[in-house]
């Protein structure tokens, strides 16, 4: 499923465009001393592509060296 959602249509080209905005976003808030930033990402079911996704963005930001935490809040509605 997770592999499906990664290939949908532009899944590729969103996922490069929040990567950039999280590259531009975290050293401003790092500067401002904010301690964390909150990112939400989201699709019509929100059990799939949006975790997809989000599992993706975390991994590259634990490879960078962030503090990643990922909670998935609508995993657990039917």
Same mark, same amino acid.
């Given at each position: 499923?997770? *592999? +499906? #959602? !990664? *290939?949908?249509e532009g %899944?590729?080209? &969103? !996922?490069?465009? =929040?990567? #950039?905005l999280l590259?531009c976003l &975290? @050293?401003? +808030?790092?500067? *401002?001393?904010? @301690? +964390?930033?909150?990112?939400? =990402? $989201?699709?019509? #079911?929100?059990?799939? !592509?949006?975790?997809?996704?989000?599992?993706? &963005? %975390?991994?590259? &930001?634990? %490879?960078? $060296? !962030?503090?990643?935490?990922?909670?998935?809040?609508?995993? *657990?509605?039917?």
């Open positions: 499923v997770a *592999e +499906y #959602g !990664r *290939e949908k %899944a590729s080209a &969103l !996922r490069d465009r =929040i990567r #950039g590259r &975290l @050293p401003l +808030y790092e500067v *401002e001393g904010k @301690p +964390y930033l909150s990112v939400g =990402i $989201g699709c019509t #079911g929100g059990r799939h !592509r949006s975790v997809a996704m989000m599992d993706d &963005l %975390a991994g590259e &930001l634990r %490879a960078m $060296g !962030r503090d990643v935490n990922v909670t998935q809040r609508d995993v *657990e509605k039917v």
